[in-house]
């Protein structure tokens, strides 16, 4: 069965820095996008964080600089490094995945736009002032 389980998350003071991680082995698309997505309290699910199978990346403008999204060498794990963090990125965040066709090569900018069905199950990040 295929799933999707982060780990990392925790209570930082604003300025520290977090990693986050994604056990992505039992998802075996050969063709796929990767990202991370967060959810606060009362709001929208928001992309963070994107990957493709060319290992490019994309973020939304807001959060350039300050969130990387990578793989292991082995593609096994996902990471979310989080620097600089400030109270408003306190969320609930999830790795996403989405199958693709299997003669497709994604780019982090296709997987900005995509939509994705596949969600762990989330880890809790918050940062106090």
């Known amino acids: 069965q295929e799933r999707l389980v982060e780990s990392g998350g925790g209570s930082v003071q604003a300025g520290e820095s977090l990693r986050l991680s994604c056990d992505i082995s039992?998802?075996?698309?050969?063709?796929?996008?990767l990202a991370w997505f967060r959810q606060a309290p009362g709001k929208e699910r928001e992309g963070v964080a994107f990957i493709g199978d060319d290992a490019t990346t994309d973020y939304p403008r807001s959060l350039e600089g300050r969130f990387t999204i990578s793989q292991d060498s082995a593609k096994n794990t996902l990471f979310l490094q989080m620097s600089n963090l400030k109270p408003e990125d306190s969320a609930m965040y999830y790795c996403?995945?989405?199958?693709?066709?299997?003669?497709?090569?994604?780019?982090?900018?296709?997987?900005?736009?995509?939509?994705?069905?596949?969600y762990g199950q989330g880890t809790q990040v918050t940062v106090s002032s």
């Open positions: 996403a995945a989405a199958r693709l066709a299997p003669v497709q090569r994604s780019s982090g900018s296709y997987c900005f736009l995509l939509n994705y069905r596949d």
């Open positions: 039992s998802y075996t698309a050969s063709s796929r996008c």
